[in-house]
T-cell receptor, first 114, second 112 residues
Framework: ETGVTQSPTHLIKTRGQQVTLRCSSQ?????VSWYQQALGQGPQFIFQ???????GRGNFPPRFSGLQFPNYSSELNVNALELDDSALYLC?????????????FGEGSRLTVL | DQQVKQNSPSLSVQEGRISILNCDYT??????FLWYKKYPAEGPTFLIS?????DKNEDGRFTVFLNKSAKHLSLHIVPSQPGDSAVYFC???????????FGAGTRLTVKP
């Protein structure tokens, strides 16, 4: 059973650019959530995907968008990057959407915006 | 708006002693609470959870206590071990809601 994997692990972009982060969910999981963790803070919910559709969104602007594919893998896209977007982006998978169960996190993609 | 707060950024305890990590929340609609542990260069991993219908849940060395009237929960680790040294995040959610709120974390150091 493979866990949640994310790519790339580190990347550097400049302000105004666009970035795509990728996530493969744990085997058997059909739901993917994305979180942003700024330095010294806890993870903040960006959005969740269930059966290829967005299923809930946190307080993030529309330039944060995502996709989920039939194999339940997912992408997070951020357009028009700003300096404050520098953070660790965590992907988490789970068995179902609204569950009471725990999330299984990947190692994260650390984005630096210059 | 920070609905889950961990007011102690760090905690240091001696091996074999008890570690107590605290968490407060403001949203009375939260009814499920979790603790995650995070080592450097790894994603958070689930540790233990508790539903609002309980006031205690125990799993080996780890026990979580929930005080709904005070909107407070705590994680007890007994006995603490050096391998427990990590950042601990408290998280809360409303049942059937996918927006899990996290605290800022407490860095626990267990000294040999």
């Amino acid at each position: 059973e493979t866990g949640v994997t994310q790519s790339p692990t580190h990347l550097i972009k400049t302000r105004g650019q666009q970035v795509t982060l990728r996530c493969s969910s744990q085997s058997g999981h059909n739901t993917v959530s994305w979180y942003q963790q700024a330095l010294g803070q806890g993870p903040q919910f960006i959005f969740q995907y269930y059966r290829e559709e967005e299923n809930g969104r946190g307080n993030f602007p529309p330039r944060f968008s995502g996709l989920q594919f039939p194999n339940y893998s997912s992408e997070l896209n951020v357009n028009a990057l700003e300096l404050d977007d520098s953070a660790l982006y965590l992907c988490a998978s789970s068995y179902s959407q609204g569950m009471a169960g725990e999330l299984f996190f990947g190692e994260g993609s650390r984005l630096t915006v210059l | 708006d920070q609905q889950v707060k961990q007011n102690s950024p760090s905690l240091s305890v001696q091996e074999g002693r008890i570690s107590i990590l605290n968490c407060d929340y403001t949203n009375s609609m939260f009814d499920y609470f979790l603790w995650y542990k995070k080592y450097p260069a790894e994603g958070p991993t689930f540790l233990i959870s508790i539903s609002s219908i309980k006031d205690k849940n125990e799993d080996g060395r780890f026990t979580v206590f929930l005080n709904k009237s005070a909107k407070h929960l705590s994680l007890h680790i007994v006995p603490s071990q050096p391998g427990d040294s990590a950042v601990y995040f408290c998280a809360a959610r409303k049942y059937n809601n996918n927006d899990m709120r996290f605290g800022a974390g407490t860095r626990l150091t267990v000294k040999p």
